[in-house]
Protein backbone atom coordinates (compact mmCIF):
# COMPACT_ATOMS: atom_id res chain seq x y z
CA UNK A 1 0.00 0.00 0.00
CA UNK A 2 1.08 3.49 -0.40
CA UNK A 3 0.08 7.00 0.29
CA UNK A 4 0.86 10.62 0.00
CA UNK A 5 0.22 13.97 1.18
CA UNK A 6 1.78 17.24 0.78
CA UNK A 7 2.43 19.22 4.11
CA UNK A 8 2.79 23.11 4.25
CA UNK A 9 4.17 23.06 7.37
CA UNK A 10 6.10 21.28 10.27
CA UNK A 11 3.44 20.90 12.46
CA UNK A 12 1.40 18.74 9.72
CA UNK A 13 4.62 16.92 8.69
CA UNK A 14 4.54 15.72 12.39
CA UNK A 15 1.52 15.40 12.93
CA UNK A 16 1.30 12.54 10.27
CA UNK A 17 4.43 11.48 11.24
CA UNK A 18 2.80 10.87 14.71
CA UNK A 19 -0.03 8.68 13.33
CA UNK A 20 2.35 6.62 12.22
CA UNK A 21 4.01 6.46 15.44
CA UNK A 22 0.80 5.29 16.88
CA UNK A 23 0.34 2.58 14.21
CA UNK A 24 4.01 1.23 14.55
CA UNK A 25 4.44 -2.43 16.89
CA UNK A 26 7.99 -4.02 17.88
CA UNK A 27 9.95 -4.70 15.25
CA UNK A 28 8.68 -2.12 12.81
CA UNK A 29 11.56 -0.16 10.67
CA UNK A 30 11.09 2.77 9.12
CA UNK A 31 13.56 4.29 6.42
CA UNK A 32 13.20 7.59 5.60
CA UNK A 33 14.54 8.91 2.64
CA UNK A 34 15.27 12.73 1.31
CA UNK A 35 17.93 14.76 0.51
CA UNK A 36 19.38 17.25 2.95
CA UNK A 37 16.67 19.13 4.55
CA UNK A 38 13.87 17.54 3.35
CA UNK A 39 12.35 16.49 6.80
CA UNK A 40 13.75 13.63 8.23
CA UNK A 41 14.74 14.61 11.61
CA UNK A 42 11.19 16.25 12.07
CA UNK A 43 9.45 12.56 10.59
CA UNK A 44 11.28 10.52 13.51
CA UNK A 45 9.85 13.35 15.72
CA UNK A 46 6.48 12.53 14.58
CA UNK A 47 7.23 8.41 15.17
CA UNK A 48 8.44 9.06 18.61
CA UNK A 49 5.84 11.22 19.65
CA UNK A 50 3.34 8.87 18.67
CA UNK A 51 4.81 5.93 20.16
CA UNK A 52 4.61 8.11 23.49
CA UNK A 53 8.35 9.26 23.87
CA UNK A 54 8.55 12.76 25.26
CA UNK A 55 11.98 13.25 24.71
CA UNK A 56 14.01 15.87 22.45
CA UNK A 57 14.73 14.36 19.54
CA UNK A 58 17.64 14.96 17.52
CA UNK A 59 19.56 13.45 14.59
CA UNK A 60 22.02 10.99 15.57
CA UNK A 61 24.72 12.13 12.85
CA UNK A 62 27.73 12.38 14.57
CA UNK A 63 26.89 9.28 17.25
CA UNK A 64 25.19 7.08 14.50
CA UNK A 65 22.44 5.32 16.63
CA UNK A 66 20.35 6.73 19.64
CA UNK A 67 18.45 4.85 21.66
CA UNK A 68 14.97 6.23 23.34
CA UNK A 69 14.22 3.18 26.19
CA UNK A 70 10.04 3.54 26.31
CA UNK A 71 7.36 0.77 26.99
CA UNK A 72 8.55 0.10 22.54
CA UNK A 73 11.91 1.10 22.68
CA UNK A 74 12.83 3.49 19.87
CA UNK A 75 16.22 2.84 17.92
CA UNK A 76 17.26 6.06 15.44
CA UNK A 77 19.91 5.45 13.12
CA UNK A 78 20.97 8.29 11.09
CA UNK A 79 23.03 7.00 8.26
CA UNK A 80 24.69 10.09 6.80
CA UNK A 81 28.48 9.50 7.89
CA UNK A 82 28.64 5.94 6.41
CA UNK A 83 31.14 5.85 3.17
CA UNK A 84 31.20 2.21 2.56
CA UNK A 85 29.37 -1.10 2.68
CA UNK A 86 32.52 -2.77 4.70
CA UNK A 87 31.75 0.20 7.63
CA UNK A 88 28.20 -0.37 7.56
CA UNK A 89 28.38 -4.21 7.94
CA UNK A 90 31.20 -3.94 10.92
CA UNK A 91 28.27 -1.43 12.89
CA UNK A 92 26.02 -4.60 12.90
CA UNK A 93 22.66 -2.34 12.79
CA UNK A 94 20.72 -5.06 11.41
CA UNK A 95 20.64 -6.65 15.13
CA UNK A 96 18.22 -3.59 16.57
CA UNK A 97 16.20 -3.96 13.25
CA UNK A 98 15.06 -7.94 14.30
CA UNK A 99 14.97 -6.47 17.72
CA UNK A 100 12.04 -5.45 20.53
CA UNK A 101 11.77 -2.12 19.42
CA UNK A 102 11.15 0.17 16.24
CA UNK A 103 13.74 1.40 14.33
CA UNK A 104 13.76 4.72 12.32
CA UNK A 105 16.95 4.95 9.84
CA UNK A 106 17.52 8.52 8.05
CA UNK A 107 19.37 8.48 5.02
CA UNK A 108 18.03 4.28 4.85
CA UNK A 109 19.68 4.12 0.95
CA UNK A 110 22.89 3.70 2.76
CA UNK A 111 21.82 0.73 4.03
CA UNK A 112 21.09 -0.82 0.28
CA UNK A 113 19.63 -4.24 0.34
CA UNK A 114 19.90 -5.20 4.00
CA UNK A 115 16.54 -3.63 5.59
CA UNK A 116 14.25 -5.83 6.33
CA UNK A 117 10.92 -7.04 4.48
CA UNK A 118 8.87 -5.06 7.21
CA UNK A 119 10.28 -2.19 6.22
CA UNK A 120 8.15 0.81 5.73
CA UNK A 121 9.66 3.39 3.66
CA UNK A 122 9.07 7.22 3.96
CA UNK A 123 10.12 9.60 0.88
CA UNK A 124 10.27 13.11 1.50
CA UNK A 125 10.66 15.64 -1.41
CA UNK A 126 11.65 19.26 -0.44
CA UNK A 127 9.32 21.53 -2.92
CA UNK A 128 9.53 24.56 -1.22
CA UNK A 129 10.91 26.19 1.73
CA UNK A 130 7.77 24.82 3.85
CA UNK A 131 6.51 22.43 1.25
CA UNK A 132 7.12 18.64 1.09
CA UNK A 133 5.50 15.76 -0.54
CA UNK A 134 5.89 12.61 1.76
CA UNK A 135 5.00 9.24 0.23
CA UNK A 136 4.38 6.47 2.44
CA UNK A 137 5.21 2.97 1.54
CA UNK A 138 4.15 0.07 3.44
CA UNK A 139 5.23 -3.38 3.54
CA UNK A 140 3.30 -6.39 1.69
CA UNK A 141 2.27 -8.06 4.92
Known amino acids: MREEFTTRSESETLLIAEKLGQAARK ?25 GIEEDITSPTFTLLEVYQHHIPLYHFDLFRIESTLEFDQLAFEEYWDDDGVSIIEWAERAESRLPENTTTVHIEYLDETTRRIIVEYPDN
Do not use: M, N, S, Y
Open 27 to 51: GDVFALIGELGAGKTIIAKGIAKGL
